[in-house]
């Protein structure tokens, strides 16, 4: 292995195709600051408002977290390969369950954007290129548009990380539909992603969950798959399980979907998977007989499961699978390697992105690279600024204008949606807002 330095300061580690990157800079400790001091003032209120100090974040924007949909991308592509349009929706579906997966144990809060910020990431090796804009500050919205590289998918949506605080836990509902259009088959798939929820926001080790049903639509076939993330429940038994069915347009089953969002997820019959089903209800109801049922509130800790693995019932395919985190990701936030490289910075391509790329952003700079007071102090006057302008603009009657995508309907949903305008990617860049 040959180890190299890049000029962000990051140790990458070349063996191969495969790089293994490292932060500059591991993550304080927590530990020291009360969340409670912040948050008790805000009860059952929306958190988009509050300024949180920075220690409560990671050294992402949410733009840069968004991309991280992206990770996956090889099922997108393979989806275009396949002739079936089940086998295609599976592959879909794998796809939406993997978009959530990087949330496991990340507990760390993306800062928001600014009005008005960009990010931009191209993956040659994943064949994909994306933008990315702030286009509301209140409500916070960003939008993005991902296309492939060969022209064989086009992936875009807007996202409004609804955050709700109830006491013990902050519920984030990313209000948006992705659309996913697959070109080689004239198809559209769109869907909404499930809420996500951080428990033991106060006391106790902060954990994850993931609940609620995404339907995802093929506008084309009418085909449906219904996937059903199931809140943990009272003994941690459903904790990040993921189930369902992808049916055609009269609502016949064609197969079912399972696993566990953290983890992987099958495909198998749907006569079979409700044969294991019902004799699972069965074995769970004769163990719970045996024993006296307690209390019913929602666990303080995070439940352990059953078994760390999904159980893989007989005859059953896998559509996909978590791709392990690196060895240091406890200390780094609990990135995944392609989190690791998002923030990535260099001479080339310092040139040629635009001035409101959040890697250019300063106080997730000095956060990556452990200065955390001067993150602090940069984040405050980056919102000072953006305060400012906006008060300039209210008394020059002046509207913000966004830069890469325009408001319009979805064009298989009908829903209000952000769309891109194109011209990002000819490099011609002017007349942009200064915002750091």
Not at 329 to 334: F, K, P, V
Not at 369 to 392: F, V, Y
Request: charged fraction near 25%; charge should be negative; hydrophobic fraction near 30%.
């Amino acid at each position: 292995n040959v180890c190299v330095w890049d000029l962000g300061g990051r140790e990458v580690i070349w063996s191969g195709r495969h790089e293994e990157t490292s932060l500059p800079s591991p993550m304080f400790s927590r530990n020291d600051f009360s969340i409670w001091s912040i948050l008790r003032k805000c009860i059952g209120m929306e958190l988009s408002k509050i300024t949180m100090p920075v220690i409560f974040n990671e050294p992402l924007s949410f733009l840069q977290r968004l991309t991280e949909y992206m990770e996956h991308t090889y099922l997108i592509h393979k989806a275009s390969s396949l002739s079936s349009t089940t086998e295609r929706m599976q592959c879909v579906a794998a796809f939406a369950v993997s978009a959530v997966a990087s949330q496991w144990e990340r507990t760390g809060k993306p800062f928001n954007p600014l009005l008005g910020e960009t990010y931009e990431l191209i993956r040659d090796d994943l064949g994909f290129r994306l933008l990315s804009e702030q286009v509301s500050h209140h409500p916070p919205i960003s939008a993005f548009y991902a296309e492939g590289l060969n022209n064989d998918f086009v992936f875009h949506g807007s996202i409004y990380p609804k955050l709700k605080f109830w006491g013990k836990s902050v519920e984030a509902e990313p209000k948006g539909t992705m659309t996913l259009e697959l070109l080689e088959h004239n198809e559209a798939y769109t869907w909404t992603n499930p809420t996500c929820c951080v428990h033991n926001i106060i006391v106790g080790k902060l954990w994850i969950e993931q609940y609620g049903n995404v339907e995802i639509t093929n506008h084309k076939t009418g085909e449906k798959c219904v996937l059903s993330f199931k809140p943990c429940g009272l003994f941690g038994k459903e904790l990040h399980k993921v189930e369902g069915y992808i049916q055609d347009k009269s609502k016949k089953k064609l197969c079912a979907l399972y696993g566990k969002w953290t983890e992987c997820l099958y495909s198998v019959d749907p006569a079979t998977f409700e044969a294991y089903k019902k004799n699972d209800k069965k074995n769970a109801e004769e163990k719970k007989s045996s024993k006296q049922v307690g209390n019913t509130e929602e666990p303080d800790e995070m439940p352990l499961p059953d078994s760390e693995s999904v159980y893989v019932i007989p005859g059953s395919i896998l559509l996909w699978r978590i791709t392990p985190r690196p060895p240091n990701s406890a200390q780094m936030y609990n990135f995944t390697s392609f989190a690791m490289a998002l923030n990535e910075l260099d001479k080339e391509m310092e040139s040629v992105i635009p001035k409101t790329d959040c890697r250019l952003r300063p106080d997730i700079r000095a956060m990556e690279n452990g200065e955390i007071d001067l993150a602090s102090e940069e984040k405050k006057r980056l919102e000072e600024k953006q305060r400012t302008a906006r008060k300039n603009r209210s008394k020059s009657e002046e509207d913000w204008k966004t830069r890469w995508f325009h408001q319009g309907p979805n064009p298989y949903t009908g829903t209000q949606d952000w769309l891109y305008s194109g011209n990002y990617w000819d490099r011609n860049y002017f007349n942009l807002p200064d915002i750091y």
